[in-house]
């Protein structure tokens, strides 16, 4: 039977594992969809110890890194922070982006944001598809852009 998958904040120690996960993504090519920061040890290290109110959360099960899931801008003094998730090839249609999600958005929500805002491009239409029903409203990010822009307010936050 697998391991149960945990949700745990990127943390010293995480890094190799977070670095293979992105391996394992741009193996896939997804990284064409998926490239928030570098995937290397050593950027992955700055993040994971940086302080401040940035969000960068990882699911793993055992010591494999399944999915990823950020929620960024709070350090450099946005309200409304950027999403980004990404699911291991290998981890897909079970449900694990949804949780990711349903969970940033969670925290987004607990730290007051007013809305959430990401960005997809538009040949990824299962992101898509699962954003728009997470209530996301997708424009496009500028003309001929290959980009959509992707907004969900939060309603009512603590």
């Keep these: 039977m697998p391991a149960a998958i ?9 890094e190799a594992a977070l670095a293979r996960f992105f391996t394992d993504l ?8 998926f ?4 995937g290397d040890v050593a950027t992955l290290r700055v993040i994971a110890e940086q ?4 969000l960068y959360v990882v699911f793993v099960e055992g010591e494999a890194v399944r999915a990823y899931g950020l929620l960024r801008g709070w350090n450099e003094g946005y309200a409304i922070p950027s999403l980004g998730i990404a699911v291991h090839p290998d981890a897909r249609a079970c449900g694990l982006g949804s949780l990711m999600m349903e969970y940033l958005e969670t925290m987004a ?11 997809v491009h538009q040949d990824n239409a299962r992101a898509i598809a699962m954003y728009k029903r997470r ?9 001929g852009a290959r980009l959509l822009v992707g907004v ?7």
């Design 6 to 14: 945990e949700c745990v904040l990127l943390r010293p120690g995480r």
């Design 26 to 33: 741009a193996a896939a090519g997804d990284d064409a969809y």
């Design 152 to 158: 969900k307010p939060l309603g009512d936050v603590a």
């Design 109 to 119: 929500r607990h730290r007051g944001a007013p809305a959430i805002r990401l960005r």
């Design 35 to 38: 490239h928030p920061h570098a």
């Design 51 to 54: 302080a401040g109110l940035d």
């Design 135 to 143: 209530g996301y409203a997708l424009t496009p990010e500028n003309d």
